[in-house]
């Protein structure tokens, strides 16, 4: 079992930046892929980037390339996502998903989500 703890989210001024944050706890060394997706207000969950715990893999939603950073720090069982030069349709609620499995843009690859955190970009 792998439990993910997300924080980070808030209310910033497009522009701005934000870090979001995701804890795995429990048996985390069957996890292969860190992912993270997004969900805005009456919209489909959405892949936005994905990263293998050694770091040598990195994907993005296009929408986000440029902006956005996912990164881990494998000794504290954390994965980041940076979020930069951020705009209102990033607005969402961010979830942490882990796949034990090798890197997937689907959702339903996932093997356990984070409770999510709101991201408000306001223009």
């Known amino acids: 079992q792998v439990q993910l703890v997300e924080s980070g989210g808030g209310l910033v001024q497009a522009g701005g930046s934000l870090r979001l944050s995701c804890v795995a706890s429990?048996?985390?060394?069957?996890?292969?892929?860190m992912g993270w997706f997004r969900q805005a207000p009456g919209k489909e969950r959405e892949f936005v980037a994905a990263?293998?715990?050694?770091?040598?893999?990195?994907y993005y939603r296009d929408s986000v390339k440029g902006r956005f950073t996912i990164s881990t720090d494998n000794a504290k069982n954390t994965v980041y996502l940076q979020m930069n030069s951020l705009k209102p349709e990033d607005t969402a609620v961010y979830y942490c998903?882990?796949?034990?499995?090798?890197?997937?843009?689907?959702?339903?690859?996932?093997?356990?989500w984070g409770q999510g955190t709101q991201v408000t970009v306001s223009s």
């Open positions: 998903a882990a796949d034990r499995a090798r890197y997937s843009s689907n959702q339903g690859a996932y093997d356990y």
């Open positions: 429990g048996r985390t060394f069957s996890i292969d892929t």
């Open positions: 990263i293998n715990w050694s770091g040598y893999s990195r």
